[in-house]
């Protein structure tokens, strides 16, 4: 029994990393294509409302009723958008050879 119940917060972890890779990469692709859109703010709200939307059924069907996998597969999904965020942040641009520090 508590084998079982260790695979299925596994697997609830792993669709979390899943949920959020859909959802950050599908943010991030919005935004790579914000500037070829006509109405930019619409492209964003109506990609937020459908990654929201998705988002929030795919936890509510990992759940299960159990709100010990909805922990486990929100785990995933931080772990994820923290593990994107050092991957796809831009390199910081050198001003001088001065820090503001000294």
Do not use: C, H
């Not at 294509?33 to 109405?39: A, N």
């Not at 409302?49 to 159990?66: D, E, K």
């Not at 958008?81 to 831009?90: D, G, H």
């Amino acid at each position: 029994m508590m084998t079982m119940d260790i695979v299925g917060l596994l697997i609830a972890l792993l669709f979390g990393t899943v949920i959020g890779l859909f959802y950050f990469m599908g943010l991030w692709w919005t935004v790579q294509r914000v500037p070829e859109r006509r109405s930019p703010g619409l492209w964003m709200a109506a990609s937020y409302i459908i990654r929201t939307a998705i988002t929030i059924l795919a936890f509510y069907l990992v759940m299960g009723g159990q709100w010990q996998r909805l922990l486990a597969s929100l785990l995933g999904f931080v772990m994820i958008r923290m593990i994107l965020v050092r991957r796809l942040k831009p390199a910081r641009a050198v001003i001088g050879s001065k820090t503001s520090n000294q």
